[in-house]
């Protein structure tokens, strides 16, 4: 089985897993988006290294005063991956979202583990969400957060 056939396998399994009723497929890139529970999460296929980065939408970076709160709290939580489940927050330059993202090596994931793993990351989301809502002193996040 290829690295393509593996990550497509633990996405069918985690679809069914999470009660989607219809299976999840990477496409011919190696991508894939999926939402649950109105969240959006990228699947992303690295052959090269043998890995599935699954990226998690959190909350679009926005207002000043706010972005000082939020960006403070990402950084220290990025240290020694407090509050990441061991993954990384980042923001996406191109939809001005903050993601949290995982990633997985295809040679060593069994399902069992990448299904426990992404419904760790589906309680962080709602962390982090909360966490901003609480943090939106320019009160504009709560609007911008649909997924």
């Known amino acids: ?18 009660g989607l009723k219809e299976p999840q497929h990477l496409d011919k890139y190696g991508e894939t988006w999926l939402v649950s529970e109105g969240k959006k999460f990228l699947f992303r296929l690295n052959e090269i290294q043998r890995e599935l980065t ?7 970076l926005s207002g000043e005063n706010t972005k000082k709160l939020v960006l403070r709290e990402l950084l220290s939580s990025n240290f020694f991956w407090a509050n990441t489940g061991g993954g990384v927050l980042g923001l996406d330059n191109t939809s001005g979202w903050i993601c949290l993202s995982n990633t997985y090596k295809l040679d060593s994931t069994a399902e069992n583990a ?19 809502l609480y943090l939106d002193v320019d009160g504009d996040t709560a609007s911008s957060m649909q997924a």
């Open 54 to 60: 699954v990226s998690a939408y959190i909350a679009p």
């Open 1 to 18: 089985m290829n690295y393509y056939e593996k990550a497509d396998n633990l996405l069918v399994g985690l679809s069914r897993h999470i």
């Open 114 to 132: 990448f299904n426990s793993s992404f419904l760790r990351i589906l309680g962080l989301v709602k962390y982090w969400r909360n966490l901003m």
